[in-house]
């Protein structure tokens, strides 16, 4: 089954700008609905924004509608989120997830990277 890696957390200060990617192992990529969630300490994990496979339809929670970007580049296997405007409420761990669609992956069904942190300070 796809392995899922992210990268690109860190410290930003609010108002700032992240980054982040997914680097996926398969070259089935391309039909995988695709999905980031955060999960912040002592809460639930929740979506964030997915994006489908070869139509690249997308979908964003309203807590970051017009801040955050889901994209993905199926040649080279990677999805990406950018985060502008940084809030210190987004603070968590960002986990990006896949699966065949999106009513799995937002039933938390699909597979799972192993996450990396995002801290934003005020």
């Known amino acids: 089954q796809v392995q899922l890696v992210e990268s690109g957390g860190g410290l930003e200060q609010a108002g700032g700008s992240l980054r982040l990617s997914c680097a996926a192992s398969?070259?089935?990529?391309?039909?995988?609905?695709m999905a980031w969630f955060r999960q912040a300490p002592g809460k639930e994990r929740e979506f964030v924004a997915a994006i489908s496979g070869s139509i690249s339809l997308t979908f964003y929670a309203d807590s970051v509608k017009g801040r955050f970007t889901i994209s993905r580049d199926n040649a080279n296997y990677t999805l990406y989120l950018q985060m502008d405007n940084l809030q210190p409420e987004d603070t968590a761990g960002y986990y990006c997830?896949?699966?065949?669609?999106?009513?799995?992956?937002?039933?938390?069904?699909?597979?799972w990277g192993q996450g990396t942190q995002v801290t934003v300070s005020s």
């Open positions: 997830t896949a699966g065949p669609s999106l009513l799995i992956l937002r039933n938390r069904g699909g597979i």
């Open positions: 398969e070259r089935t990529f391309s039909s995988y609905v």
